[in-house]
């Protein structure tokens, strides 16, 4: 089942379709338009919308690139990241990653994949972010973490 919403108050509802034995799936797209962080933490798969056009497109069929194109252009701000983690302390709900420029964002367990409450030190992860710190937050906020295989 596809759930087209980033609103997490669709929560109990993803809960309650995965306790029924249904496969949920939340196409999630980054900020402006995020997806809630609970919302996909829930979800049985939460790939990228952009993902999932991609692989739909056929060459004889020119609307898909151009709906692409406008998702990824309406996202700015909120690129696919890759990082490292480079702290996480044992029984803290967050922690830090640094990603390839080197800029540490602080990371949620919030933010993490079903199931996971932390990574360990030097786990290799995807994820987006919002490039500016919350008002009162020294670092910016990375969300919607992925371990890359």
Do not use: C
């Not at 151009?66 to 983690?85: C, E, F, M, Q």
């Amino acid at each position: 089942m596809v759930l087209l919403t980033g609103d997490k108050d669709f929560v109990p509802l993803v809960d309650r379709l995965i306790e029924l034995g249904r496969h949920v799936v939340v196409p999630r797209m980054p900020p402006p338009v995020a997806t809630a962080a609970e919302l996909v933490t829930a979800a049985s798969a939460a790939p990228l919308l952009s993902d999932l056009l991609a692989e739909g497109v056929q060459d004889d069929y020119a609307g898909v690139p151009v709906l692409i194109a406008s998702a990824a252009a309406s996202t700015s701000g909120g690129n696919d990241l890759r990082g490292t983690i480079t702290r996480w302390l044992p029984g803290e709900t967050s922690g830090f990653i640094t990603d390839s420029g080197s800029r540490s964002w602080f990371v949620s367990r919030d933010s993490l994949p079903a199931g996971d409450t932390s990574l360990p030190k030097g786990t290799r992860v995807r994820f987006h972010g919002r490039p500016e710190p919350k008002p009162g937050k020294r670092y910016p906020e990375a969300f919607s973490v992925r371990v890359l295989m």
